[in-house]
């Protein structure tokens, strides 16, 4: 049974940074795809980033761009999500994703994803 669990939400101000990470368990295969959604409210869910753990490919909404940052450790099954120069309009419960994919190929769109964790809550105060 696979499990998510995120950790690193809270509140900030804007400009700021925030690191979430993800705890993966019950991830047996070395082949998948970790990453990132967020849904602010009264808005729909949206993918932030995503990271193929073979190869390491890196996959970014725009908004993210040369804010964020995806990393993994395949070792510990974590992924982690760097956000830098945060914006109030970044505010929203950010859910760690997973799928078993052999391709590498990491789309950064939801039904793509069959593993969710509970979501962190992220704050950004003007």
């Known amino acids: 049974q696979v499990q998510l669990v995120e950790s690193g939400g809270g509140s900030v101000q804007a400009g700021g940074s925030l690191r979430l990470s993800c705890a993966g368990s019950?991830?047996?295969?070395?082949?998948?795809?970790l990453g990132w959604f967020r849904q602010a409210p009264g808005k729909e869910r949206e993918g932030v980033a995503a990271?193929?753990?073979?190869?390491?490919?890196?996959y970014y909404a725009d908004s993210a761009k040369g804010r964020f940052t995806i990393s993994r450790d395949i070792a510990k099954s974590t992924v982690h999500l760097q956000m830098n120069s945060l914006k109030p309009e970044d505010t929203a419960m950010y859910y760690c994703?997973?799928?078993?994919?052999?391709?590498?190929?990491?789309?950064?769109?939801?039904?793509?994803?069959?593993?969710w964790g509970q979501g962190t809550q992220v704050t950004v105060s003007s």
């Open positions: 994703v997973a799928a078993f994919r052999n391709s590498g190929y990491c789309p950064l769109s939801e039904p793509y994803y069959n593993y």
């Open positions: 019950g991830l047996i295969s070395s082949r998948y795809c």
């Open positions: 990271i193929a753990t073979v190869g390491g490919t890196t």
